[in-house]
């Protein structure tokens, strides 16, 4: 059974502030997704990882896939209000590109 | 294409109840996908279809449940004899191939509620 652990599991900060969420795994992934998640609502896709050590960066968000493709790390730099939300690891691999989601970081930013 | 579209998005039912959700994925999709989410956990995988076979189940996916994708479209996924249990959120994604591999879109969720 692939497990993904996602750290820390909640967060709350100001606004302005940086932070990272890391996702492990003991298990290899063939690729890694990110999804944000707000209540009520399903994930929203925000990245796809496939090459160990690939970096992306979405506005002020980066993604970063392990040079092993085990682990990953969301950085978000200057975090504002409209980035509170779930964030939920996703890795696939296996048969049918099955999907295994983490167990979220909850995000909450304060104005 | 508007994404993925579930139906309906809450469902309350009383327990001994059969509960019928939908989902429609992106039309060039051939692969659609059923989880569970409930509260404070991430999606736990349910089902698996490619075109209308459904190739994988779940332990999770009790004789109660069962899935269809008649024609390799549209999905339907009944719970019968709801218990409290079954209270989530049932959350359908549907993918294709793509230079990324088959990454998955999740759609809105159907809040299932068992009293």
């Known amino acids: 059974t692939q497990l993904l652990e996602q750290s820390p599991q909640f967060l709350s900060i100001q606004e302005g502030e940086n932070l990272t969420v890391y996702c492990n795994s003991s298990?290899?992934?063939?690729?890694l997704q990110w999804y944000r998640q707000e209540p009520g609502e399903g994930p929203v896709l925000l990245v796809t990882?496939?090459?160990?050590?690939e970096v992306k960066k979405l506005k002020r968000l980066t993604f970063q896939f392990g040079d092993a493709r085990k682990d990953s790390s969301l950085h978000i730099t200057a975090a504002q209000p409209g980035d509170t939300g779930l964030y939920l690891c996703?890795?696939?691999?296996?048969?049918?590109?099955?999907?295994?989601f983490g167990i979220g970081t909850k995000l909450q930013v304060i104005p | 294409d508007t994404g993925v579209s579930q139906n309906p998005r809450h469902k309350i039912t009383k327990r001994g109840q059969n509960v019928t959700f939908r989902c429609d994925p992106i039309?060039?999709?051939?692969?659609l996908y059923w989880y569970r989410q409930t509260l404070g956990q991430g999606p736990e995988f349910l089902t698996y279809?490619?075109?209308?076979?459904?190739?994988?189940k779940s332990r999770l996916l009790s004789d109660r449940f069962s899935a269809e994708r008649p024609k390799g479209s549209f999905s339907t996924l009944e719970i019968q004899r709801t218990e409290q249990g079954d209270s989530a959120m049932y959350l359908c994604a549907s993918s294709g191939a793509s230079d990324l591999g088959y990454i998955q879109y999740f759609g809105a969720g159907t809040r299932l509620s068992v009293l």
């Open positions: 279809f490619q075109n209308e076979a459904q190739l994988e």
């Open positions: 996703a890795g696939a691999g296996g048969g049918y590109q099955k999907v295994t």
């Open positions: 039309s060039e999709h051939n692969r």
């Open positions: 298990s290899v992934f063939s690729s």
């Open positions: 990882v496939v090459t160990g050590g």
